[in-house]
């Protein structure tokens, strides 16, 4: 019963200590990643994970649920705080769940709603033909400015006035500037339609206060807590300021689409958010930002474009249209020099989703690492080497050489 994981099964074992060892000597610069705590871990790996709790703290439909209330309540009020909302569910199991809850809470299939142009940062939930969101309803979208390749407010607002939908999504995965969610509060207002912020990205931003409060504007709120936010993989979904609306949520995620919610993980999303109201997660969000833009000077430095010419987020676009590479080749290449990214189109890209023109880089990761703006001089430069010499397997070696003694400066674990 008792046995330790490396008694019972050395093969998943291993493979494990090599992921540690993967994560500690390589340059984690993928934008929805980050390193969550120790603490946070340990909850997640507790025998909670033993428990069935069908329902809400207080109407569980098993006995037994005494601890596990104790805990989701914890988990609902650190929510509730942090985010400044009426209302908090934080059982949704991963954000593309907990987009789906939320769409059928505020619509009825075959409903109109409208969200970013997915190769153009959107996300899969916002009404991709080939998920629940383009099959079971109708999505429209809008563009970002071909010039400033930002959001258009007043494009936004015309679009959504000759649409007419019933839910707006803002809030993606690709756009490297702070969204004005006030604006689109107007814009929802003229067209009668709620508002849907997404802030699975930037939720630690907000959190941390890096990026201004997004419940004064939205009607519902979701994010995943695994990126920014530090917190282990899972997701949530707030009613800004509509109790009534919270609970129509609440039925939507249980039972509209989940069982019985992991409660091991209920307590992992309870820790991060204990750790993310300390005064240290503040100063974690705002050098998540100083690295960012430190990173995007220097890149531009040495001569890389950048989507929208920089960033106001953890999060930078690279157009590699310039530089005989494409996206795929380019995250091929760096992660053999020990550069971990992701391919990712850019606006109006002319190459597929799977070849791309892009890459998207993050710093959250390297900021939890203790990383500052100096290190990510560092960065650019290592980037820069590979993309320049893309088959030339002597500097792939020396950076990656290089980037592991960086990173043992600065321990994950
Ligand atoms: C990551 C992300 C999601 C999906 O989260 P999963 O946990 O991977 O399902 C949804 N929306 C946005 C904007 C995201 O960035």
Redesign the pocket.
Known sequence: MSKSLSEVDREVYGYIQNEIGRQRDTLGLIA?ENYTSKAVMEAVGSPLTNKYSEGYPGKRYYAGNEYIDKIEMLAIERAKKLFGTVHANVQC???????FSVLFSLMEFGEKFMGLELSQG?????GSPVNFSGKLYKPVAYAVDKETEMLDYDEVKKRALEEKPKVIIA????YPRQINFKSFREIADECGAYLLA????FAGLVAGGALPPVSPYADVI???T??TLRGP???MALACRDEELGKKVDKAVFPGTQGGPLDHVIAGKAVAFHEALQPEFKEYAEQIIKNAKALADELMALGFRLVSGGTDTHLILINLTDKGITGKEAQIVCEEAGIILNRNTIPYDTKSPFITSGIRIGTPCLTTRGMKESEMKEVAGFIKRVIDNPQDAEVKKKVREEIKELCSNFPVY
């Open positions: 929805s199991h991963a954000g593309a769940i907990a987009n959107g996300h899969l939930t916002h809030g993606y995965t690709a997404d802030i699975s990205h979701t994010t995943t695994h990126k993989r899972g997701a």
